[in-house]
């Protein structure tokens, strides 16, 4: 089993220190390339080296500044493709435009199928992700798609004597199923909460389901952006919950009002993934945990190359 196409990890500007740590796992060291940002808000992309006949996999999350940072994915795509590159996978960690996957409203734009369209034109072979807001977004595209998940990654953390009486919380419906995922995963009862929306921005709790009463929450989400999840923490606590509540959020966009409604002091801590790169004052903050995907990632990118399986992988993150 194998290739004699070479193995190659790129990175875009994005986040670099994860592509970093994946080609150190793999004991590949990480191609050369530059990104430069022009004077006139234009983006310039170059390969350093040579790629003819390569297996690429470029590394890079579309995170704020998004069109920024997927315009740079694009132009490294079609920059591979016209080097003679075997095959092209883009690694998006963070997808986006994930929110937006469906018409809510007549005249909407989908734009997370604009994205899926934009990749596949530019000739990108695979196309690999995390935790996406809706798993549906995978038929989007008509090339291979591998939907990992951070669930086994951010859940190891709270595999811990203290969490022994705690329980995962979904923040509404919409989200049980992964929640159930986290739930079955550790061994813990699952809760529910029930939202109800009081404007186009704004919705408030309606009614917990489960038990919570003298239980440390550990609510999920798949993204942190504005906070509004935070919303919700005081309710749980009125609810019997204790004041210590946790969260476990695949990737933290985090807006600065979500920081803000992190100094709540019910809220114990914060656990995130490193699908997005952080600035030095969110890796410090007292109250936020980041934990890495990538040696997961490297996992799975080596099988990808050598054409082993990965469904193991995936399933156990499925729970």
């Not at 089993?1 to 990480?30: C, D, K, W």
């Not at 940072?69 to 920059?79: G, K, Q, R």
């Not at 509404?172 to 929306?197: I, Q, T």
Request: with cysteine.
């Amino acid at each position: 089993m194998g290739t004699h196409y070479p193995l190659r990890i790129f990175a875009g500007s994005a986040n670099r220190p994860l592509a970093e740590a994946v080609a150190q796992i793999l004991n590949t060291p990480l191609g050369r390339c530059t990104t430069t940002h022009l004077k006139d808000s234009e983006t310039h992309v170059i390969i350093d080296e040579v790629v003819r006949d390569q297996d690429v996999f470029i590394i890079q999350p579309c995170s704020r500044p998004v069109n920024d940072n997927l315009m740079e994915l694009l132009l490294y795509v079609d920059a591979f493709r016209r080097a003679s590159a075997h095959e092209i996978t883009a690694v998006v960690p963070y997808y986006p435009y994930g929110r937006q996957e469906r018409m809510a409203r007549g005249r909407e734009a989908i734009s997370a199928k604009v994205v899926a369209n934009m990749l596949e034109t530019l000739g990108v072979a695979r196309v690999i992700y995390f935790d996406v807001h809706a798993p549906a977004t995978q038929a989007f595209f008509d090339v291979p798609v591998d939907p990992l998940s951070a669930l086994t990654v951010l859940a190891d953390y709270f595999k811990k004597p203290e969490f022994a009486e705690a329980a995962i919380v979904s923040p509404d419906v919409g989200r049980a199923k992964f929640a159930s995922r986290y739930a079955e995963y550790l061994g813990l009862p699952l809760v529910l909460m029930h939202k109800r929306r009081e404007g186009f921005d704004r919705t408030r709790v309606s009614h917990v389901v489960g038990d919570i009463k003298d239980k440390i929450p550990i609510i999920i989400d798949d993204v942190i952006a504005g906070g509004s999840v935070l919303d919700s923490i005081n309710e749980l606590v009125t609810a019997g919950a204790r004041p210590e509540v946790h969260l476990a959020i695949t990737h933290g966009v985090l807006l600065d009002s979500a920081l803000e409604r992190l100094e709540n002091p019910n809220i114990k801590k914060l656990v995130i993934s490193d699908t997005i790169c952080q600035p030095e004052y969110i890796r410090n903050h007292p109250k936020i945990e980041i934990c890495s995907v990538a040696n997961l990632l490297a996992q799975v990118i080596w099988r990808i190359y050598v054409g082993s399986s990965i469904g193991d992988l995936i399933e156990k993150a499925r729970g």
